[in-house]
C-alpha cells in the first residue's frame, strides 16, 4: 500500500519570497492534515482537512499560509511570504477519517529553509 | 489548552539496557494515546497505541506502553534496546471526539550505543 507522498522534499528560499508543498494521501483516507514541526519540537498541526472542507486551522497564520483541497484528495500548503520563522519541516498526514480512534500515518515531510 | 510532556530530551544508553520514556497530558476527559518514533531519515511512524481496553498495549519491535489513567502518563517501555532503536521517539494525545488535534510532545531522542 502506498504511503503518503509529499513533494518537494527540501526547499530553500529567500524570506518574502513564495513557497508551495504539495501532498498525497493514502487512498481513500478522507482527512488530511499538515503540520509544522520546528527543529527541536514536536509536530504542530496547522490545518485540518474532511474530504475538502476544513475542520480545523485555528492554528494557521492566516495572514501568510493558505491550504486546499479542491477535490477531496491532494492538497497544497502555501506560505506567502516566506518569514525566516517559518523555516521548519512540513508534514502531511492523514486517515481514514477524523474521529475517535483512529490513526493518522504521515508523510516524508517537506524541509524548508528560508534565509 | 491541552499539553504533552516527555521529560527526558535525549537518553543515551547501552545495548541490552533497559528503557523507559515518560510521558504526561493536561487533558482529563477521555483520550486517545500513541507514541509515534522517526528513525535517522525516515518519516514519522506509529509505534504503538491505546484506544480503550487494556491500559497495557504492545507495539512494534517489543515496544510497550501503559496507560495510568490517575496520573495521566502513558510511559514507553522496552526492556532490551538495540542499536537500531536509535531514534526519536514522540508520545501524542488527543481528545477522544471528533475533529480535535492529536497533540505532540517535543520527543525524546534515543542514542544506543553498541
Known amino acids: 500500500e502506498a504511503g503518503v507522498a509529499q513533494s518537494p522534499r527540501y526547499k530553500i528560499i529567500e524570506k518574502r519570497q513564495s513557497v508551495a508543498f504539495w501532498c498525497n494521501p493514502i487512498?481513500?483516507?478522507?482527512?488530511l492534515y499538515w503540520y509544522q514541526q520546528i527543529l527541536g519540537q514536536g509536530p504542530k498541526l496547522l490545518i485540518q482537512?474532511?474530504?475538502?472542507?476544513?475542520?480545523?486551522d485555528s492554528q494557521l497564520p492566516k495572514d501568510r499560509f493558505s491550504a486546499e483541497r479542491l477535490k477531496g484528495v491532494d492538497s497544497t500548503l502555501k506560505i506567502q511570504p516566506a518569514k525566516l520563522e517559518d523555516s521548519a519541516v512540513y508534514l502531511c498526514a492523514s486517515s481514514l477519517e477524523g474521529g475517535r480512534g483512529v490513526v493518522q500515518y504521515f508523510g516524508a515531510g517537506t524541509r524548508l529553509s528560508v534565509l | 489548552a491541552q499539553s504533552v510532556s516527555q521529560h527526558n530530551h535525549h537518553v543515551i544508553l547501552s545495548e541490552a539496557a533497559s528503557l523507559e520514556l515518560g510521558c504526561n497530558y493536561s487533558y482529563g476527559g477521555t483520550v486517545n494515546l500513541f507514541w509515534y518514533v522517526q528513525y535517522p531519515g525516515q518519516h514519522l511512524q506509529l509505534l504503538l497505541k491505546?484506544?480503550?481496553?487494556?491500559?497495557l498495549v504492545k507495539g512494534i519491535k517489543g515496544f510497550e506502553a501503559e496507560f495510568i489513567k490517575s496520573k495521566f502518563s502513558f510511559n514507553l517501555r522496552k526492556p532490551s534496546v538495540q542499536w537500531s532503536d536509535t531514534a526519536e521517539y514522540f508520545c501524542a494525545v488527543k481528545k477522544n471526539q471528533a475533529g480535535t488535534a492529536l497533540i505532540f510532545g517535543k520527543g525524546t531522542t534515543l542514542s544506543v550505543s553498541s
Open positions: 487512498s481513500g483516507h478522507a482527512t
Open positions: 491505546y484506544f480503550s481496553g487494556d491500559p
Open positions: 482537512f474532511q474530504n475538502n472542507g476544513v475542520v480545523d
